[in-house]
């Protein structure tokens, strides 16, 4: 089979390697599509943290299940299936408490870990959720970025009565953001690009601001009546995306803003912007127990999928989608990679 490998930043190989056998309680999958992430970007560039070299990349990995272990009960090959972008130990505070995507212990697929980014690979059995097979590879691969949506509007408590305001209406932006709409919250999205805030419209939002061409905090207050958010949400994850959120008018008292990045920069924040209006700031990373009901929603048709991804790149012309990291293109939204 074939693997791409990051053996460090900027650079690449694709290797022949042998098919794996799957352990006893392992599954073989046959992957058949991949989404590439920003954090895949950021990876590749060295500027994750996180990162381990070498590795393969890819957490957002969707497949058929080629083979089973000989204790393998839950699924059988031929099943199609999202694989799970952690790894964990199952035994520490956070895994016995609800907190697996931060337990002690993680490793995550396509950094920490070997990713999906090779034509078969391991799992354990309880890595890998069943889904319809009527979804299309190239929306299965959309899964793993939903369950993002569904774990950090959890973090935040989203209901019905919410008015949210989401900073940066990309991939990520656009799945709180149709997570958000099915809860029934009122949403907000701000981005300076006129094409992502068109597609924000598209999928529910209630208000589309360009952040470079009118005032966030004047178009906030007045959709609100004066009142602000309730629940802010930082998808722009640059330096200084996190700060703007504590202006005054934006988020109002008793409100909640979510960090989702991982800039390592410091943020300009004090004390008093926290407690004087009684905030509550949450990170939220990746997502815990959300595939099971992810994929379900997708299957349901819950989800408005048309525009999430703009470039559809075979794996065998892998190179394509390191050109688009090292250059790239104003009109990309997302790539998946789509396997024969």
Known sequence: MKEVVITKPFQYEIRDAPIPEPGEREVLVRMRAAGVC?????????ENPNAKYPFIPGHENVGVIAKT???????KAGDHVVVDLIITCGTCYQCAHGRENVCENIRVRGSSADGGWREYFTAPESDVYVIDPNIAWEDAALIEPFTIGSHC???AGVTADDVVLILGAGTVGSVILQTCKIIGAKVICADINDAVLERAKQYGADMAVNTQKENLIEKVRQFTHGHCAT?????????GSLTSLFARGLVGNAGRIVSLGFCTEPEAISQAMIVQRELDVVGSRMSAYQFAPTAKNMAEGKYKLEGMASHFIQFKNIDRVFEKMLNPDPELKKI???FD
């Open 38 to 46: 920003g954090s895949d970007f950021h990876n590749f560039k060295g």
């Open 69 to 75: 272990g000989a204790k393998v009960a839950s699924v």
């Open 153 to 155: 509007s959890g973090r």
């Open 231 to 239: 629940v802010a949400f930082d998808a722009a994850c640059f330096h």
């Open 336 to 338: 998946i990679i789509l």
